[in-house]
């Protein structure tokens, strides 16, 4: 049920014969007031509660199924929360919930695992193991938005798309889901609060350049020559620097968007001066701000953080060479590995593929 977005829902009703204006709702008790029972409140009108009695519920048309939360941890910082949600198969993900001066933003998985394979981040450590549906999507959403409300907190205020998993990987399924998140009568969060972060899959850059999504695009780099990037990141090799670099200035170019670039800070890797500056030369002439993150702990990496000197000299180079904003990320929810790369499900016996 959660993967139909408003229009579908309106078509879906009235090709049963109801009237359009059935599908308001329905929207508002699944998307504002965040439902899972739709046993019909008194507020149905009888044509939409037959709709329901005879649709939705195993083994029909529609089904309505929570993820289920099985372990919620707290980070010490007091503002970090990671919950890991089990699907209707049984499969896993994790969602992140963070808040600072009262502003929270909701970090997504878009698949569970990941075949990109970066080699510092744990969900490409654990592999590829399927793509999410965009109800799955849109559940998490609505999962971070009741806790929040439950703890009698703000709304969300932004999106991130930043969990497990490629999102330009699973294009059809995220947009999908995005649209129904942005909806204005349903979660509203607005397209411009939502960043989509990518590790360069330049057929989905064109695509969102082609289709001119109002979502932000973040992408990540590591690496300023294909021989460093690819040593980190994979799929470098098969989308190189000159063509992924070709495709964020079409996208910028057809929207008019900055982009933002990540680049996670490796001692002794990708954090030196030098390095710095051929970014600087990469991004020329590109509307850019660089996302500076010093890298989280891994089991499967042994690389360690940028020291906060030389992260703070590769910033001054950024400026001074090209005047490009930057910001160094803080690090939160590292003691709890819900930091930027931490998130990973591990497989135990029995559980599925």
């Known amino acids: 049920m959660l993967e139909l977005s408003l229009g579908e829902l309106i078509g879906t009703l009235t090709a049963a014969g109801l009237s359009p204006a059935h599908a308001r709702p329905l929207w508002r008790h699944l998307h504002h007031e965040l439902q899972w029972d739709l046993s019909p409140p008194a507020g149905f009108p009888p044509p939409l509660r037959r709709w329901i009695a005879a649709n939705l519920g195993q083994g029909r048309r529609f089904s309505l199924t929570p993820p289920q939360e099985i372990a919620r941890v707290a980070s010490t910082d007091g503002l970090t929360s990671k919950f890991l949600l089990r699907l209707e198969d049984g499969e896993t993900v994790e969602t992140v919930l963070m808040g600072f001066r009262g502003r929270h933003t909701a970090c997504i998985s878009t698949q569970a695992g990941c075949a990109m394979g970066c080699l510092f981040c744990a969900t490409g450590q654990m592999g590829f193991v399927r793509n999410l549906?965009?109800?799955?999507?849109?559940?998490?959403?609505?999962?971070?938005?009741?806790?929040?409300?439950?703890?009698?907190?703000?709304?969300?205020?932004?999106?991130?798309?930043?969990?497990?998993?490629?999102?330009?990987?699973?294009?059809?399924?995220?947009?999908?889901?995005?649209?129904?998140?942005?909806?204005?009568?349903?979660?509203?969060?607005?397209?411009?609060?939502?960043?989509?972060?990518?590790?360069?899959?330049?057929?989905?850059?064109?695509?969102?350049?082609?289709?001119?999504?109002?979502?932000?695009?973040?992408?990540s780099l590591h690496g300023a020559s294909d021989e460093e990037r690819s040593a980190l990141?994979?799929?470098?090799?098969?989308?190189?620097?000159?063509?992924?670099?070709?495709?964020?200035?079409?996208?910028?170019?057809?929207?008019?968007?900055?982009i933002f670039f990540e680049w996670t800070l490796i001692r002794g890797i990708n954090d030196s001066t030098a390095q710095a500056a051929r970014l600087a030369a990469l991004l020329a002439g590109i509307p850019a701000h660089v996302n500076l993150i010093p890298l989280n702990p891994t089991g499967g990496y042994d690389g360690t953080a940028a020291a906060p000197a030389g992260a703070k000299a590769f910033q001054r180079v950024l400026l001074a060479e090209a005047g490009?904003?930057?910001t160094l990320r803080q690090r939160r929810g590292i003691d709890v590995a819900a930091g930027c790369g931490q998130l990973r499900v591990e497989k135990r016996p029995g559980s599925p593929r």
């Open 133 to 219: 549906r965009a109800g799955e999507i849109v559940a998490q959403v609505r999962h971070a938005q009741s806790a929040l409300r439950n703890a009698g907190s703000p709304a969300l205020r932004n999106l991130v798309l930043m969990g497990m998993g490629e999102p330009l990987h699973n294009y059809e399924a995220v947009m999908t889901a995005l649209d129904i998140i942005s909806d204005p009568g349903g979660l509203n969060i607005g397209p411009a609060r939502i960043t989509l972060s990518t590790v360069g899959v330049v057929p989905g850059i064109l695509r969102l350049a082609e289709e001119r999504r109002p979502y932000r695009l973040a992408v």
């Open 233 to 258: 990141v994979p799929v470098g090799r098969r989308w190189p620097l000159q063509e992924l670099m070709a495709a964020c200035r079409t996208y910028s170019a057809r929207t008019g968007r900055h």
């Open 324 to 326: 490009i904003p930057s």
